[in-house]
Structures are given as C-alpha cells and as structure tokens.
Antibody, heavy 121, light 108 residues
Framework: QVQLQESGPGLVKPSETLSLTCAVSGYSISSGYYWGWIRQPPGKGLEWIGSIYHSGSTYYNPSLKSRVTISVDTSKNQFSLKLSSVTAADTAVYYC??????????????WGQGTLVTVSS | SSELTQDPAVSVALGQTVRITCQGDSLRSYYASWYQQKPGQAPVLVIYGKNNRPSGIPDRFSGSSSGNTASLTITGAQAEDEADYYCNSRDSSGNLVVFGGGTKLTVL
C-alpha cells in the first residue's frame, strides 16, 4: 500500500521560507510517476503548487513559480517543498500526493494526510 | 480564478441521483479526475480520466464528459456521500494542473 507522510514546521514567520518533506513508503519514487504538492487554505479549495518527476523534472503553478522549489531525494524515497518569502496568505494545509500524469489525464491517486502550516510572527 | 468552474453547492435526496459538473475549455482536450473530501480529511480520488474508478470506490460513482463539461454522477446517493467534490485536469495550455473550485454536496 502506497503511503505518503508530510513533515515540517507547523509555524513559519512572515518573509521566511516554508520547508516540507514528503516521505513515501510502499512504492519507490524511482519507479515512476510524478509527485505533487497541493495546498488548501482554511475553508477554501485545493490549489496545485507543483510537481516533480523522479528524474528531477519539475513544473510549477505560475502564480507561485518565483517562490517555489520542489526537489526529490530518491535515496531517501522522499520529495520536498520550499516556498520562500511567505505571508499570511500562504497559511494552509499542505498535501503531498502521487500524480498519474498521462497525455490525456492527470490524477492524484495517493495523498498524505496533510499538514497545517501557519504563517505568523 | 480557476480555469475549471463548479457549482458551489448541490443537494440530493437520499437514494436519488445527482450530477456534479465541471466546466472549462481544457476539458475539450483532456479528461477530468474527481475527488471527494470530507471535513478534516485528505481528498480521495473517486474517478480518474474517462470513467475509471480506483479500487474501493463504490460503483454508484461514475464519470462522463461532453464538450467542455465533465460530470460526476452519483446514482443512489448515500448519507456518507455528503462531502466536497473537486474536479481537476490540465489547463488550456496542457502544461499545468488545475482544480475546480469545489462543490459542496448535501444529502437530504
């Protein structure tokens, strides 16, 4: 069974960098698939942040691209998110997920349970 | 603003059929996937692509598409189907991932 687990600080100060890691078990990242980050502000909808392939190829939401870096560590079977210069608007539950990505469809079939990150001084 | 548009709220009587829709230009070229999210929980994929249900998803959930509209149909809605439902697909350029704004389903 594929499982994902987010980890990282639950509180980040404004202007600092949010850093999260997603540990994957039950499946080797090196075997394929894209791996994505999605966030959900309190009481609002889902927003795709970006995704990475096991080779390291990435693509990001244009609205966040200047502040986002997603990386992968296949030796640890995990991938990470960094979001710089955070503000209160970045307060959200952050999810990682496995992303089926073909020519015709995108689907996120396994999700972590999510971690709430609050941006506050 | 999202490139995929969903009705904010839909209701259905227990045991009846409900259709939740997702509109967007990109849906003329790409399939949608659908997610169910209950309060305090992570989203769960219920329909992937044309009409594929992951293992464990009841067969009362089905997907379809016509023109710029994708639909999630629940045939014989149950109380436990009350949740938020999100569609996702690619954007018009085909290069990015987008989500609809979500539909809150109430089962009466």
């Amino acid at each position: 069974q594929v499982q994902l687990q987010e980890s990282g600080p639950g509180l980040v100060k404004p202007s600092e960098t949010l850093s999260l890691t997603c540990a994957v078990s039950g499946y080797s990242i090196s075997s394929g698939y894209y791996w994505g980050w999605i966030r959900q502000p309190p009481g609002k909808g889902l927003e795709w942040i970006g995704s990475i392939y096991h080779s390291g190829s990435t693509y990001y939401n244009p609205s966040l691209k200047s502040r986002v870096t997603i990386s992968v560590d296949t030796s640890k079977n995990q991938f990470s998110l960094k979001l710089s210069s955070v503000t209160a608007a970045d307060t959200a539950v952050y999810y990682c997920a496995r992303q089926e990505d073909t020519a015709m469809v995108v689907g996120l079939d396994y999700w972590g349970q999510g971690t709430l990150v609050t941006v506050s001084s | 603003s999202s490139e995929l548009t969903q009705d904010p709220a839909v209701s259905v009587a227990l045991g009846q059929t409900v259709r939740i829709t997702c509109q967007g230009d990109s849906l003329r070229s790409y399939y949608a996937s659908w997610y169910q999210q209950k309060p305090g929980q992570a989203p769960v994929l219920v329909i992937y692509g044309k009409n594929n249900r992951p293992s464990g998803i009841p067969d009362r959930f089905s997907g379809s598409s016509s023109g710029n509209t994708a639909s999630l149909t629940i045939t014989g809605a149950q109380a436990e189907d009350e949740a938020d439902y999100y569609c996702n697909s690619r954007d018009s350029s085909g290069n990015l991932v987008v989500f609809g704004g979500g539909t809150k389903l109430t089962v009466l």
